[in-house]
């Protein structure tokens, strides 16, 4: 009696057509009952399982197309370029400027998080710290934490963007008419303050609304971070236009 002989073509043609599928529907689909079967065929084309639902959902690596955080999403069900549950957690607030909440990861995953922050916690992956009541999650290196730390604070005490009786159009001309008083250091070091509240492209966004060199903004908001800052001066020694040197009377 021939040993029967399963193709992974069979499977690659399923999971193109539902996009995901549990355990069962795929040794239907393979005309087999043996586990093993179908997750040797699984690993033939290079699959993946979902961080959702107990990780019950198989989907190909070529069929995901992930968004800004590595996740994707079909049918409520979760997949993450980054792995499992544990894995996700983990990239994401490690690579967060500003840490992570769980409510904030709760919500980006759609999943209940606090028993995997706390594993990622024991094991010393992650690291946490009390802000106004709340655990944030950040790096396990205390210099990245410490960023990551400052960045918050800094999040939390600027005000909202705009109340109901503010438009968006007075709030950036009241930004722009309150950078006009600073002097050079206090404008750089303002506009790396606001850049921390908008996040990757709050560099670029602050240089362009108030007409300054992205790379200004980028220095301000790493003075920040680094707490490197000269009180008594605006710019470093040396900078600057030279004094013109008095004339003696003839």
């Given at each position: 009696?021939?040993?029967?002989?399963?193709?992974?073509?069979?499977?690659?043609?399923?999971?193109?057509?539902?996009?995901?599928?549990?355990?069962?529907?795929?040794?239907?689909?393979?005309?087999?009952?043996?586990?093993?079967?179908?997750?040797?065929?699984?690993?033939?084309?290079?699959?993946?399982s979902?961080?959702?639902?107990?990780?019950?959902?198989?989907?190909?690596?070529?069929?995901?197309?992930?968004?800004?955080?590595?996740?994707?999403?079909?049918?409520?069900?979760?997949f993450?370029?980054?792995?499992?549950?544990?894995?996700?957690?983990?990239?994401?607030?490690?690579?967060?400027?500003?840490?992570?909440?769980a409510?904030?990861?709760?919500?980006?995953?759609?999943?209940?998080?606090?028993?995997?922050?706390?594993?990622?916690?024991?094991?010393?992956?992650i690291?946490?710290?009390?802000?106004?009541g709340?655990?944030?999650?950040?790096?396990?290196?205390?210099?990245?934490?410490?960023?990551?730390?400052?960045?918050?604070?800094?999040?939390?005490?600027?005000?909202?963007?705009?109340?109901?009786?503010?438009?968006?159009?007075?709030?950036k001309?009241?930004?722009?008419l309150?950078?006009?008083?600073?002097?050079?250091?206090?404008?750089?070091?303002?506009?790396?303050?606001?850049?921390?509240?908008?996040?990757?492209?709050?560099?670029?966004?602050?240089?362009?609304?108030?007409?300054?060199?992205?790379?200004?903004?980028a220095?301000?908001?790493?003075?920040?971070l680094?707490?490197?800052?000269?009180?008594?001066?605006?710019?470093?020694?040396?900078?600057?236009?030279?004094?013109?040197?008095?004339?003696?009377?003839?």
């Amino acid at each position: 009696m021939r040993t029967p002989s399963f193709l992974s073509d069979r499977l690659r043609e399923f999971l193109r057509s539902q996009r995901i599928a549990t355990l069962p529907e795929l040794k239907q689909a393979l005309g087999t009952s043996v586990d093993i079967t179908v997750f040797r065929k699984l690993k033939e084309l290079s699959y993946r399982s979902s961080y959702s639902h107990r990780g019950r959902f198989y989907t190909l690596d070529e069929i995901p197309r992930f968004d800004a955080h590595g996740l994707w999403f079909f049918r409520q069900v979760g997949f993450s370029r980054w792995g499992n549950l544990v894995t996700t957690l983990e990239t994401l607030v490690g690579d967060a400027p500003q840490g992570r909440l769980a409510s904030e990861l709760q919500q980006l995953l759609h999943v209940e998080v606090k028993d995997a922050l706390l594993q990622l916690v024991q094991q010393g992956r992650i690291a946490r710290q009390q802000v106004t009541g709340l655990f944030l999650y950040g790096s396990p290196d205390p210099a990245v934490r410490r960023r990551q730390l400052l960045a918050r604070q800094a999040l939390s005490e600027i005000p909202g963007s705009a109340s109901a009786e503010v438009s968006a159009e007075e709030l950036k001309a009241s930004l722009v008419l309150f950078s006009s008083l600073l002097d050079e250091r206090q404008r750089r070091l303002y506009a790396g303050l606001e850049s921390l509240k908008l996040g990757r492209e709050g560099d670029r966004r602050l240089a362009q609304l108030l007409q300054l060199d992205p790379g200004t903004v980028a220095r301000g908001r790493k003075q920040l971070l680094a707490q490197d800052v000269e009180w008594e001066r605006v710019r470093k020694p040396g900078a600057g236009c030279r004094p013109l040197e008095k004339k003696r009377p003839k």
